[in-house]
Antibody, heavy 119, light 108 residues
Framework: EVQLLESGGGLVNPGGSLRLSCAAS????????MKWVRQAPGQGLEWISG????????FYTDSVRGRFTISRDNSNNTLYLEISSLRVEDTAVYYC????????????WGRGTPVTVSS | SSGLIQDPAVSVALGQTVRVTCRGD??????ASWYQQKPGQAPTLVMY???KRPSGIPDRFSGSSSGDTASLTISGVQAEDEADYYC???????????FGTGTKVTVL
């Protein structure tokens, strides 16, 4: 059974940093690209970052490029998102998701970890 | 890249049919996928590759696409289908993703 479990969220001051983790199990982790998607309170879903199975290729949406860093540890089946220079508008639930090999859809999602940026 | 546009909300009577549409230029080159999200829960995949259903998704859910528009149709709507629905595709670069603005489906 595929499982994705995010952790690391919390309350942080503007300008602060956090490292989010996503522990994966139930599938050959290194064979699949992974994504981070966030959802601000009462808002829609926003794709923010993706990483290839090998970890070599990384992609970001414009609003987080230069502030967020995606990485993965394939030996420990864990995906990471380092988030820094946080802004109030980064407040959201952050989900990790597994990408399918074909069609590019997101077939499994974690339950999410909440990040609140506030002074 | 440009986003995907969905109607904000739609209402449907129990047992009737509802179509949720998604429009954007990325759909000219990439298939849409659809996600259902109930309050307080993570999204779940309900349709991909234009008209493919994941295991466990009822066959009352169907998908279609033409040009820059993709559609999710729910036939014989059940009360448990009340949720927010989001479309998604790769963006025009092919490296990122773009989500639709979301449609709240209310079952009357």
């Amino acid at each position: 059974e595929v499982q994705l479990l995010e952790s690391g969220g919390g309350l942080v001051n503007p300008g602060g940093s956090l490292r989010l983790s996503c522990a994966a199990s139930g599938f050959p982790f290194s064979s699949y690209a992974m994504k981070w998607v966030r959802q601000a309170p009462g808002q829609g879903l926003e794709w923010i970052s993706g990483i290839s199975g090998s970890g070599v290729s990384k992609f970001y949406t414009d609003s987080v490029r230069g502030r967020f860093t995606i990485s993965r540890d394939n030996s420990n089946n864990t995906l990471y998102l380092e988030i820094s220079s946080l802004r109030v508008e980064d407040t959201a639930v952050y989900y990790c998701a597994k990408e399918s090999r074909d069609y590019g859809y997101l077939d499994y999602w974690g339950r999410g970890t909440p990040v609140t940026v506030s002074s | 890249s440009s986003g995907l546009i969905q109607d904000p909300a739609v209402s449907v009577a129990l047992g009737q049919t509802v179509r949720v549409t998604c429009r954007g230029d990325s759909l000219e080159g990439f298939y849409a996928s659809w996600y259902q999200q109930k309050p307080g829960q993570a999204p779940t995949l309900v349709m991909y590759g234009r008209d493919k259903r994941p295991s466990g998704i009822p066959d009352r859910f169907s998908g279609s696409s033409s040009g820059d528009t993709a559609s999710l149709t729910i036939s014989g709507v059940q009360a448990e289908d009340e949720a927010d629905y989001y479309c998604n595709s790769r963006d025009n670069s092919g490296n990122g993703h773009v989500f639709g603005t979301g449609t709240k489906v209310t079952v009357l």
